[in-house]
C-alpha cells in the first residue's frame, strides 16, 4: 500500500469541495447583502429635481390655434442641467 485506500482519499476530497461550496456560497450571499444595501435609495432619499432656468416659457415653442385645431398641440421641451 502506497499510503490511504482510495475510498478514503474520494471521501476527503469529497469533504473538502464540500466545505469550499458552502462557505462560497455563505460569503457570495454575505457580500450580495452588503452591497445592495449601500445602493439602495428610499423614496426619501432621492436628489431635488433641479429647478427651470429663468426665461424658458420664451425657449420652448408655443402651440399655436391652427395646431390645437387640428389634434396637433403636444410641444416637447428638453433643458439640461449642469451643475
Do not use: H, I
Not at 476530497?13 to 450580495?32: E, K, Q, S, Y
Amino acid at each position: 500500500m502506497t499510503g490511504l485506500p482510495r475510498r478514503r482519499v474520494w471521501r476527503r476530497a469529497l469533504l473538502v469541495w464540500a466545505v469550499v461550496v458552502v462557505l462560497g456560497g455563505g460569503l457570495t450571499f454575505l457580500l450580495r447583502d452588503a452591497a445592495e444595501s449601500a445602493s439602495r435609495v428610499g423614496p426619501g432619499e432621492s436628489s431635488p429635481s433641479p429647478s427651470l432656468p429663468e426665461g424658458w416659457e420664451s425657449l420652448c415653442p408655443q402651440v399655436t390655434e391652427a395646431a390645437e385645431r387640428d389634434g396637433n398641440a403636444g410641444v416637447l421641451c428638453f433643458f439640461r442641467a449642469r451643475p
